[in-house]
């Protein structure tokens, strides 16, 4: 009996008590959960983009030849994976070999070498595994941010997570570690529902010192969880507090800050990448204005509800892809707040899979290494003699003019959904109704 009792605590734990006690929807979560981590497993050992090799080439410089600033711009990722690289070389047959793959300097030999390499899948599992736990992590965190009291809907958005085609495709067969930060933003998330708004926005801090994207809903997190004059200050610091600690490590370790390195980066241009160019050297950046245009609508809302400030950060991660240059990587960060509105008007989810869809086209932007080389550890000899979808392309028509087709549609279903997303705001808020009339 006490084993039971345990192993129901557990249960409720993971999946809350309202779904754990339902004999049918605790089914249900079994059957999602059974079939999306069997889908997980499918693509762990098999595919990857060459990022994950680069990541993991900067961590095996620290590891075996001992250089620490080997990822300058992305520091505190990299020791992370530095740390795990260090543990897992133990379960890697022929590591001298392996050693010797990582830190040779050419990009296409290493790449060429790693993909031949005899242990290659065992390999890609333990570099993804990390992966692999923090979306399992995010797959139940995900169901304590709305809809208390409505297991129903709480498991819907554990299906949207689970079975959600970008989240798979992103960190299993593009292989990109966003879904560390992605974890770190829902714990902020439930911290600020549950409102504690110190350890919220600690947490979202740490998540931006390993990757940009989260600083993108800090001011909203910030106007969400102050409800005192003097917060504003207190919560801001805190937020930037990352920040500063490691600019000042950078500027004493390193001798240069990594900030403005991070600025002048082409990665910052993509912010900037779309622009009304007026007259002389005056212009507009697109995604910056109509940032700001969410984030003045939202400090006008009176009643600043915890589901309505969930909405305007899935609307910004929207606006990015839509208005700016950006990686398949990027639309991660919209997912948790795009699973939640589903809920509320399943119009939206179709736009999400049109959105995958023409996804799947974009990525010719970036040619080989992202289509026909994600496959390469299958058969690398095959892959590269395998034509490229641009040369097949331009037997037929200019690829740049076909992707942007495609680009343009994106970007149409991305606005598409942006505005659906604020008629679901309005059902929720009145405050929203009234403004539409008149007086903000």
């Known amino acids: ?84 690289l260090f543990v897992i070389k133990f379960l890697i047959p022929g590591v001298d070999q392996f050693a010797k793959i990582m830190l040779t300097e050419s990009t296409w030999t290493s790449w060429i070498d790693f993909n031949n390499f005899f242990y290659v899948y065992r390999t890609l599992f333990l570099f993804k595994f990390p992966y692999f736990v923090l979306d399992i992590a995010c797959m139940f965190l995900i169901l304590r941010l709305v ?9 819907k958005i554990f299906k949207y997570w689970a079975l959600n085609p970008l989240v798979i495709f992103v960190t299993y067969i593009f292989a990109r570690h966003d879904v560390v930060v992605v974890f770190l933003i829902l714990i902020s998330l439930i911290l600020a529902k549950n409102n504690r708004k110190y350890w919220s926005i600690a947490v979202l801090a740490l998540g931006i010192i390993m990757r940009f994207f989260p600083i993108m809903i800090l001011p909203f997190l910030i ?72 984030l003045f609508s939202f400090i006008h809302q009176k009643n600043k509800t915890f589901e309505l400030f969930l909405n305007y950060c899935g609307m910004v991660y929207l606006l990015y892809v839509a208005t700016s240059y950006f990686h398949p990587q990027y639309l991660m960060y919209a997912i948790p707040f795009l699973a939640i509105v589903f ?60 992707v942007n087709i495609f680009r343009s549609i994106f970007t149409a279903a991305s606005l598409w959904m942006i505005y659906l997303i604020y008629k679901v705001n309005k059902a929720l808020n009145p405050d929203l109704k009234i403004q539409s009339k008149g007086d903000v």
Request: some cysteine; glycine content about 4%; overall charge positive.
């Open 1 to 84: 009996m006490e084993v039971k009792a345990f192993f129901k605590k557990i249960g409720s734990f993971f999946c809350t008590e309202e779904i754990f006690k339902d004999r049918n929807l605790s089914k249900l979560l079994y059957k999602y959960f059974l079939i999306g981590t069997l889908i997980r497993f499918t693509f762990l050992p098999f595919f990857f983009q060459r990022d994950l090799l680069s990541t993991y080439q900067r961590a095996a410089n620290t590891v075996f030849a001992g250089i620490l600033g080997a990822d300058f711009q992305q520091f505190v990722m990299h020791l992370l994976h530095s740390a795990y």
């Open 147 to 155: 809809y208390d009291n409505e297991p129903e809907k709480k498991l």
């Open 223 to 294: 106007l969400f969880l102050a409800k005192r004059k003097k917060d504003y200050a207190i919560l801001f610091s805190i937020g930037i507090t990352g920040l500063i600690l490691l600019e000042v490590f950078s500027y004493l370790y390193f001798g240069s800050s990594v900030i403005f390195s991070l600025l002048n980066t082409q990665h910052f241009d993509y912010i900037l990448s779309a622009k009304l160019t007026l007259i002389s050297h005056d212009a507009i950046f697109i995604f910056i204005a109509a940032y700001m245009v969410l």
């Open 343 to 402: 809920i509320r008007r399943n119009s939206i989810y179709y736009y999400h899979i049109v959105q995958f869809v023409f996804l799947m086209v974009i990525l010719i932007y970036w040619g080989d290494l992202v289509t026909k080389f994600l496959f390469a550890p299958i058969d690398v000899k095959f892959v590269l003699y395998l034509p490229g979808p641009i040369p097949v392309i331009n037997r037929f028509y200019e690829p740049v003019k076909f």
